[in-house]
Every structure is written in C-alpha cells, then in structure tokens.
C-alpha cells in the first residue's frame, strides 16, 4: 500500500522564549525548583534500550557550584562501547527499512517532546553546563530546529533523484544509510549539536553509538528520554558514557564504525581523523569524519562604521556563554583611526557585564565549564600580558566556590602573539591595532583557523572585499558572529576548524548518506 505524502508546514526557526513574560519567568522557575530537587540522581547507560548500572561512576558537578553533584553516571567501558556497537548494528537491520517519512515523523515528534519540556531542558542546562537563561533556551531552540529542518530534508532527499536517461534503460540514483557510526557531542551546545549530529544520522537510516561528554552527560540522558518519548526504536542510539579513552577511542577505532561525527577541539579532532584513517583488521570502508574543531574568529571594525554598534556586537559575541563558543569572537581587529574610542566605550560595555550564578536570571555571563578550564584561561590571560598585552578590563576570577571569571579585555596585541592565535575558550578578548582595512584583512586571515568572522563598516566595497577574501567558513556583515540559525547559516569552516561539514543546510544530510546508481534495461 502506497504511503501518503506528508504534508509539513514550510520550516521555520523556533522562536525563544520571552522572558518579559511573567508566566515565562514563573514556568522557568518552578523547573529549576524541580530541577534542583532531582540533583544528584544516578543514571543508567542505555544499550539496546537496556538500563544498564555498571560498577564504576562519575558525578557531572555544577559549574556554578561544583559542590553540587549534578548526576552521577556510569564510567562506561570499552566492552560496553563495543556492547553499544552490536546493538546498533542489530537495530540498523530494521531501521534502515524503514521509510524515511516513518523516520522523519520520529524528528518531528521529538520536536514537540522538546517544547514541552523546554523549561525543564533550560534548567538542566543552567546547572550543568552553566548556560544562563537566554543562551540555555537558545541552545534548546536550536535542538527543536535540528528535528524539525532535518526531519524535511529527509523528505526531500527521499525523492527521486534526475539522471540522464540513457536509451533503453530507466536510470536512478537513490541514497542509502551508511551503517553504524558514533557521535561525540560538546559539552558548550549541550543538547543543540548533540541533538543535530545524532537525529542527521538516525533519519537518514543510521544507528548510532551516542558518548556524551563527560561535563554533560545528563542533558544528553534526557535527549534519550525525549527520542524514547518520540517512539525511537531501541538500539538506533545506543547511549555509552564514560572517559574518551576507554570508550572515545575505543568505538573510533573499532573495525565496525562506519562514521564518526565529532563537535570539539583542534587536538581531540585531530587525534580521531588520525586514528579513524587507520584501516583495521576486519575493517570493510573507509571511515568517514565529520569534523568541527573550533576557531580563533575575528571581528574586523573598520573606521567608516557606527562604532556603537559595533562595540555591542563585539562584547556579545566575545562574552555570551563566557566566551565558550567555536564561533565567538577571541580577537577583534580596529582601524588605527578609531582604535582610542573603540577601546574606551568597549571599556565601559563590558564593566556592565554582571557574571553569578548561570539559574539567577540577572546575570549576563556564569561560571566557565570547570577548573582545569579556569587555570588554563588564567594562564593565557599572564601570557596575554606578559607578551606586550595591555589590561583593559577584568583579567581575574570573582570570590566564590564557582568557576567564575571577569570578562577580559587586553588591547594592544601584536597578531602573532599567543592570545591572537591559539584558542582559549574563555573570556577572553584580544584587541589589535590594523592600519587600515586591508591590514585587518591581513590580520584576521593570519590564522590556522577558519571558522567564523565579521565585519562592521558601511563601506560597500570593503564588504564586498570581505566576502571574497575574508578565508572563514560563516561570514557575518554588519552584525555579530555568533548565533548562527540552522537553514540560515549553515554552520562549518575551513583549516584546522574542521571538514566544513555546515551543520544545518541542505548539504549535511548528505554526510550520513551514500549513492546508489541503478540502471534497469527496459525490455
């Protein structure tokens, strides 16, 4: 019996939440209330749809107070990796049957799961991970955009492919899944990148393997519970938590991994295209690598531009989440004519910047992730000085038994100094002096990485010069270069940033995918 086309609505953005609200406001704090009341809680790995409790833990502590158990979790294994492997490969054989508009339906269902419990997802977000009430909504706005965009790029990819006709034949080209693959999430886009890498691989017919990090395991325990909810099957996720070493390392290297999609670290990127490239005993393929490392993005404010508006973009994009996005902005580049003013009234933006606890919703900027982030943020801010930086702002932690930092600004960066090319992942912004708009050019290229970049200036020529020769994978005019919407500005860049595999645009489907080509001779 023939399945009737589904009939979905045009994709549209999830909006976020309005926090004017009162009921808003009330709704969110009743769910960090019972939120809170549920830390602490242990949580099983699920493997075939199996609880399983193992004999090792590990807590997930706040940021915010890293006396706080969050959740306690199971150290997972390399057994149960390769566990999770088997159960993927035994789900994939009914899965991949599947018609994609049944697999598309589970992503829209599971859209729906997501606002429903969006405040609670918010909160758990806010004690795990730190992310303040507008940025922990964001994150979960996004994870509904991934089921709901992904869930219609199924469909369309669903659909029969044109290919010439050869005579006396009918010719097609269709796509089929390609097997098992893992996926390693972030801990800083806790549920949106974890939700994005895992629903592309489950609707185009995959099973997967899902390790989250060790900073986020519960945002990534309730992902499970809301696929559950949508009526996943049991097996196509298979959720292993544990170190990246034991189980990491284990499933990227095991024969039997078709794929691994990854969000994180240059090293840690670099480590898994290493070690995935090795063909192993057994191994049928070549595994492919969905890779998006990280950047060091530069913001170009050029002499012809509203200098406020500017500054405003500036600090948003350098400070949102504490700095602890691929895409903020670590260095800013300022014609030398307007260098003075930029730095006085950026001066003045940040000192107004309030940094507490991530659930107290006045609070602009929360902990970072965890102390090893902090020490490593403290050094670079030392080395930022003792190479020539000038302290504008900030550049030390607040009292208190959380993970908090001042935002940081340094001025007067030579663009070959270690805070203008190495990623901090923190606070921190480094300002450079360019001579002129060419210069800026000269400095924001002049990196190994190529992830995100912006320009403010109202000069039409010198966007046009940007746009052609500004070397990132998303480039932002005239506004900020974080936040980027999935259908609007696929998400991805260049050099040691990654495969480019812009994340939510109609090509990414395409990476959990394979092409057939079939000829049939009419007779």
């Known amino acids: 019996m023939k399945q009737k086309p589904m009939n979905i609505p045009k994709f549209k953005n999830e909006p976020y939440t309005d926090w004017s609200k009162a009921a808003n406001r009330r709704k969110q704090e009743q769910a960090i209330a019972k939120v809170e009341s549920d830390l602490s809680k242990e949580y099983p790995n699920i493997i075939g749809g199996e609880r399983i409790i193992s004999p090792g833990k590990f807590n997930s502590l706040s940021p915010s107070n890293p006396d706080q158990v969050v959740g306690v979790f199971q150290q997972g294994t390399a057994e149960d990796a390769i566990r999770g492997l088997e159960a993927a490969w035994k789900a994939l054989e009914s899965w991949s049957r599947v018609s994609p508009e049944k697999r598309a339906s589970v992503l829209f269902k599971a859209a729906k799961v997501m606002r429903k419990r969006r405040f609670e997802l918010n909160a758990v977000e806010m004690f795990e991970v730190g992310k303040t009430w507008p940025e922990a909504d964001a994150d979960v706005a996004e994870a509904i955009d991934f089921c709901e965009f992904y869930g219609r790029e199924m469909l369309r990819y669903a659909k029969a492919k044109p290919a010439t006709q050869m005579p006396g034949e009918k010719d097609e080209l269709v796509y089929i899944p390609l097997g098992v693959g893992v996926i390693i999430p972030p801990w800083n886009f806790p549920l949106a990148i974890l939700t994005g890498m895992t629903v592309a691989a489950v609707v185009t017919g995959n099973a997967v393997v899902l390790k989250p990090s060790s900073d986020s395991p519960l945002i990534g325990y309730k992902f499970m519970e809301v696929m559950e909810q949508a009526g996943l099957p049991p097996g196509v996720v298979n959720f292993v938590a544990g170190p990246g070493g034991a189980v990491g390392d284990t499933l990227v290297r095991h024969p ?122 403290q050094r670079y801010i030392e080395k930022g000085i003792s190479e020539g930086g000038r302290l504008v702002t900030g550049g030390d932690s607040l009292n208190g038994n959380g993970y908090f930092l001042k935002p940081t600004v340094i001025a007067d960066v030579d663009p070959k100094a270690t805070i203008a090319q190495e990623e901090i992942f923190g606070p921190v912004l480094a300002v450079i002096k360019a001579k002129d708009f060419d210069h800026a050019l000269e400095i924001a290229n002049d990196t190994e990485f190529g992830l995100t970049g912006a320009v403010y200036t109202k000069n039409k020529k010198k ?57 049939t001779k009419i007779r």
């Open 256 to 377: 039997k991994t078709r794929f691994i999609a990854f969000t994180g670290s240059k090293e840690v990127g670099i480590h898994i295209y290493q070690e995935a490239a090795k063909v192993n005993p057994g191994q049928l393929w070549l595994k492919r690598v969905i890779a998006e490392m990280g950047g060091k993005d530069a913001i170009i404010v050029d002499h012809e531009t509203n200098v406020d508006e500017a500054v405003a973009g500036v600090a948003v994009s350098a400070f949102g989440f504490q700095g602890q996005k691929c895409s903020a902005c670590s260095r800013v580049v300022v014609d030398e004519k307007i260098y003075d003013k930029f730095i006085d009234l950026l001066k003045k933006r940040v000192e107004t910047i309030t940094v507490g606890p991530s659930h107290v919703m006045s609070n602009y900027m929360g902990p970072v992730i965890n102390r090893r982030s902090m020490e490593s943020i």
């Open 463 to 519: 966007l046009e010069k940007a746009k052609g020769e500004f070397f990132c994978g998303n480039l932002y005019l005239n506004r900020k270069c974080t936040g980027a919407m999935v259908g609007a500005h696929p998400f991805g860049g260049f050099n040691m940033s990654g495969t480019d595999s812009k994340a939510g645009g109609q090509d990414y489907l395409l990476l959990f995918l394979q092409a057939k080509s079939i000829a």
